[in-house]
């Protein structure tokens, strides 16, 4: 697993109140269906943002972006590679 995913994992833990162990969850899996809420994925945004030293722009402050593992770690690769 990379870190990326390691780190999204561990923020998932610690503010995504998710109805199930983020452990359990393929990267691809659906957060919002594992009982993510819009309020925790702001939450979640923000502790990537300081993670990973970024900021999301505007047009990616939408559901797809963190719907899932995969999604967050693309997004965050691409705003890296930027």
């Known amino acids: 697993m990379s870190m990326t995913k390691q780190a ?6 610690e503010q ?5 162990d983020v452990a359990t969850l393929s990267d691809d899996a659906d ?3 594992a009982g993510m809420t819009s309020h925790a ?3 979640i945004m923000l502790a990537l943002e300081g993670e990973f030293d970024l900021e999301f722009p ?3 402050l939408k559901r797809s972006v963190f ?3 995969s999604a967050i770690s693309d997004a965050i690769e691409e705003l890296k590679a930027a």
Do not use: A, K
């Open 8 to 13: 999204i994992r561990q923020i998932l833990t």
């Open 16 to 20: 995504g109140r998710l109805s199930v």
């Open 31 to 33: 957060l919002y269906q």
């Open 41 to 43: 994925s702001v939450n």
């Open 58 to 60: 505007d047009r990616m």
């Open 67 to 69: 719907e899932s593992i």
